[in-house]
Nanobody, 127 residues
Framework: QVQLVESGGGLVQAGGSLRLSCAAS????????MGWFRQAPGKEREFVAA????????YYSDSAKGRFSISRDNAKNTVYLQMNSLKPEDTAVYYC????????????????????WGQGTQVTVSS
C-alpha cells in the first residue's frame, strides 16, 4: 500500500508560480513511477506530467510543456511539480499518482495505469 499526500496548492495571480509536493509512504513508494493530473470543475481529469521512478525520464502534456517541471527526490520519497507562468486555465484540483514496481525510464500518461492517488490540492489562478 502507498499513501500519497499533496501540498503546495493555493491562490496565485496569473503569471505567478507554485510548487506542488507529493509525499509518498509505503513499501513500494521508492520504485514507483509518478504522475500529476488535474481536474477542473465540470471537466474530466487530465494528465499534466509524469516521471519515471529513477527520475531519468519525464513527460509533459502540451499545456504543461515549457512552463511546468516535474522532479523527484527518492531519498525523501517526494515528487514535485514546479509550475511557472500560471494561467487562469490552470485552475484545478491537482492530484499525484503512483505506479508501483515500474521499470526504470518508464513513464505513464494514462490515469488507469496508476495504482494509488492522493486526495488532491487546489490550485486557483486569478486573472
Amino acid at each position: 500500500q502507498v499513501q500519497l499526500v499533496e501540498s503546495g496548492g493555493g491562490l496565485v495571480q496569473a503569471g505567478g508560480s507554485l510548487r506542488l509536493s507529493c509525499a509518498a509512504s509505503g513499501r513500494t513508494a521508492s520504485r514507483s513511477a509518478m504522475g500529476w493530473f488535474r481536474q477542473a470543475p465540470g471537466k474530466e481529469r487530465e494528465f499534466v506530467a509524469a516521471i519515471s521512478w529513477d527520475g531519468g525520464n519525464t513527460y509533459y502534456s502540451d499545456s504543461a510543456k515549457g512552463r511546468f517541471s516535474i522532479s523527484r527526490d527518492n531519498a525523501k520519497n517526494t515528487v514535485y511539480l514546479q509550475m511557472n507562468s500560471l494561467k487562469p486555465e490552470d485552475t484545478a484540483v491537482y492530484y499525484c499518482a503512483s505506479k508501483s514496481f515500474s521499470a526504470s525510464s518508464v513513464v505513464f500518461t494514462m490515469d488507469y495505469a496508476y495504482d494509488y492517488w492522493g486526495q488532491g490540492t487546489q490550485v486557483t489562478v486569478s486573472s
